[in-house]
């Protein structure tokens, strides 16, 4: 099978979805970079009933290599993100409540905790488009420079990384950011902290851990 390890490591997570709250339904789409090809999740399965060969293998033209099912709709923004994100080879994106409301509110998350730095920085909410365009692809892709986390504005998250564990990961940390921010907004005026803070964050957060044996 195509792409082996990285559909088993997609099914991983997507059946995580879910129970971490980030999805609801089917919604929400998991892929991973491999030199010139991509697997990702296909459209309107039961992340329950997804198996590694339900999983698809596409070029990064978004020709199917080895894909039984059709691919997300959302396809086009991951290939968008591949394309113009040289750090970014897993992608996480999902529907979770808090992130989906910080759109509704704000153009950027601001640098509310320290976790900011693990996103590069203020997290920017890439404007409306419709799910599966090329212009939301857009959006989303410009959103996501020298970032690894996007806010899609009426829509939802997405998250990207060397690795779909870290991308799942900035996911859930996205999520509760998200959260911390709308609790404060909802009764004052959140305090930020400056960029070289989160500079400093993540120097520490580098080191965070522990040590290698
Ligand atoms: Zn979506």
Same mark, same amino acid.
């Given at each position: 099978?195509?792409?082996?390890?990285?559909?088993?490591?997609?099914?991983?997570?997507?059946?995580?979805?879910?129970?971490?709250?980030?999805?609801?339904?089917?919604?929400?789409?998991?892929?991973?970079?491999?030199?010139?090809?991509?697997?990702?999740?296909?459209?309107?399965?039961?992340? =329950? /009933?997804?198996?590694?060969?339900?999983?698809? !293998?596409?070029?990064?033209? @978004?020709?199917?290599?080895? $894909? #039984?099912? *059709?691919?997300?709709?959302?396809?086009?923004?991951?290939?968008?993100?591949?394309?113009?994100?040289?750090?970014i080879?897993?992608?996480v994106?999902?529907?979770?409540?808090?992130?989906?409301?910080?759109?509704?509110?704000? =153009? /950027?998350?601001?640098?509310?905790?320290?976790? !900011?730095?693990?996103?590069? @920085?203020?997290?920017?909410? $890439? #404007?409306? *488009?419709?799910?599966?365009?090329?212009?939301?692809a857009?959006?989303?892709?410009?959103?996501?420079?020298?970032?690894?986390?996007?806010l899609?504005?009426?829509?939802?998250?997405?998250?990207?990384?060397?690795?779909?564990?870290?991308?799942y990961?900035?996911?859930?940390?996205?999520?509760?950011?998200?959260?911390?921010?709308?609790?404060?907004?909802?009764?004052?005026?959140p305090?930020?902290?400056?960029?070289?803070?989160?500079?400093?964050?993540?120097?520490?957060?580098?080191?965070?851990?522990?040590?290698?044996?």
């Amino acid at each position: 099978m195509v792409l082996e390890d990285a559909r088993q490591e997609i099914v991983k997570f997507a059946r995580r979805l879910r129970a971490d709250g980030l999805v609801a339904g089917t919604a929400g789409n998991l892929s991973i970079r491999h030199g010139d090809l991509v697997a990702v999740t296909p459209s309107g399965v039961d992340y =329950d /009933e997804m198996s590694p060969p339900a999983i698809g !293998v596409h070029a990064l033209d @978004g020709s199917a290599v080895d $894909a #039984p099912l *059709a691919p997300t709709t959302e396809l086009p923004m991951h290939l968008a993100v591949y394309e113009r994100s040289d750090h970014i080879d897993a992608i996480v994106h999902t529907h979770s409540p808090a992130a989906t409301a910080v759109t509704l509110l704000v =153009d /950027e998350l601001p640098s509310i905790h320290y976790y !900011v730095s693990l996103f590069g @920085g203020p997290i920017r909410v $890439a #404007p409306y *488009a419709r799910f599966g365009t090329a212009a939301l692809a857009d959006s989303c892709a410009a959103a996501l420079r020298d970032r690894k986390g996007a806010l899609l504005e009426h829509h939802g998250a997405l998250t990207g990384a060397a690795t779909l564990d870290e991308a799942y990961t900035l996911a859930l940390h996205l999520e509760w950011l998200c959260d911390v921010y709308l609790r404060a907004r909802a009764v004052g005026e959140p305090k930020r902290l400056t960029e070289e803070q989160i500079a400093a964050a993540l120097v520490g957060l580098e080191g965070y851990g522990q040590p290698a044996r």
